[in-house]
């Protein structure tokens, strides 16, 4: 088989941009990847390097090595509009002739994942620190003396007690959160009767609810088909929602639970008559440690992650999620799974 023939098709095939460049930094060669990354009407044959790309580092690298006519390859990252490369530039010289090879590798999403993990360790890092500096702070004060005050001993053991309990509510959230991902956590698929798991999970939020005067009522229709999912992590979704709605009410409001079916799916809503959602929060709640109002969240023992729990267990039933809510006028968290036949 022809030696050129087994180099074009490599060229052809690979998902690695290639520009070839001559002497004067006009283009000789550019293959389809490089095309697809860099669509060129006519194609690049005769046009220069900088009529094709535009990034300064870049251009600036061509034209040092087309001065010299040498030098050793050289890698770097470039922006180009939106999209992040890994280029690699590479010099050829034989007898009088000069060229240089592109090498564009699209990294964008390798970038982006990697911010996404650089926020979060981040996150956690922080969410952590805070409750843990009180930890310190109050104990501290304790051992300086001030456990010599009963009344103090007993006010600062229960500050340190509630910001203990904080911590491992988030560290559990948080290995929940990792085990989803990572599917150590599988979601199974079996019949979930929802009126019998709302019914069951009511009694555990009556304290919570009669603390602050919210009545918590229930609507689920006779004969309501079984849904198809995973009881377990239904329940965790129930929980997480039904603590959200309790925490974000104030006194004197409430909170429904409302089954409802079309024969096709089962739909569920934790329905509140609480604070609301501000528009521009609502695309964003679903995000890891987002929460409309940090500080209000914190007092309320919440961890940022309940909703990306939610959405998570969701997506791995293929089901669906909704919220609609406004500011005064409460809010509405509704999924919807497939109904059993
Ligand atoms: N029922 C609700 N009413 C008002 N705001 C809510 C409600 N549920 C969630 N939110 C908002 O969404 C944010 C994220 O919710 P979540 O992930 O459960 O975190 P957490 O409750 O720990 O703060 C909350 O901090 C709150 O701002
Ligand atoms: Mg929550």
Do not use: W
């Not at 290639?18 to 009407?41: Q, T």
């Not at 003396?145 to 904080?166: K, N, S």
Request: glycine content about 8%; hydrophobic content about 40%.
């Amino acid at each position: 088989m022809g030696k050129y023939l087994i180099l074009e098709t490599i060229a052809r095939e690979m998902r690695i941009g290639v520009l070839v460049l001559d002497s004067d930094g006009s283009a000789l060669y550019a293959n389809p990847s490089f095309l697809e990354f860099f669509p060129v009407r006519g194609g690049v044959e005769g046009k220069h390097v900088s009529d094709l790309m535009t990034n300064a580092h870049l251009l600036n690298a061509v034209s040092g090595f087309l001065q010299k006519r040498r030098g050793s390859p050289e890698s770097m990252e470039i922006g180009e509009g939106p999209v992040v490369y890994s280029a690699r530039l590479v010099p050829i010289k034989e007898k009088a002739d000069f060229s240089l090879i592109l090498f564009l590798q699209d990294i964008t999403e390798e970038k982006r994942v990697e911010t996404i993990k650089r926020d979060f360790v981040a996150n956690v890092s922080h969410e952590l620190r805070t409750p843990l500096a009180s930890i310190k702070g109050y104990s501290e004060t304790l051992l300086d003396g001030g456990m010599d005050d009963g009344e103090t001993l007993r006010e600062f053991l229960r500050v340190i007690d509630r910001h203990a309990t904080r911590m491992s509510r988030l560290i559990d959230d948080l290995l929940t959160l990792s085990r989803l991902e990572s599917h150590q956590m599988t979601i199974v698929s079996a019949p979930v009767d929802i009126g019998e798991l709302v019914l069951s999970m009511i009694p555990a939020f009556e304290k919570q609810a009669r603390d602050k005067s919210i009545t918590v009522s229930t609507s689920i229709p006779q004969g309501l088909p079984k849904a198809l999912g995973d009881h377990d992590r239904l329940e965790q979704v129930l929980v997480n929602l039904l603590d959200n709605a309790i925490k974000y009410t104030p006194s004197g409001g409430s909170v429904a639970v409302i089954a409802a079916s079309d024969g096709q799916s089962v739909r569920v809503e934790v329905k509140d008559t609480g604070i609301g959602i501000p528009a521009a929060d609502i695309p964003r709640i679903f995000e890891r440690f987002y929460r409309v109002d940090k500080a209000r969240s914190r007092e309320l023992g919440g961890t940022g992650l309940g909703l990306a729990i939610v959405k998570h267990i969701i997506q791995g039933h293929n089901g669906r999620l909704n919220v609609e809510s406004a500011p005064g006028a409460g809010s509405s968290f509704s999924f919807s799974l497939k109904a059993c036949k």
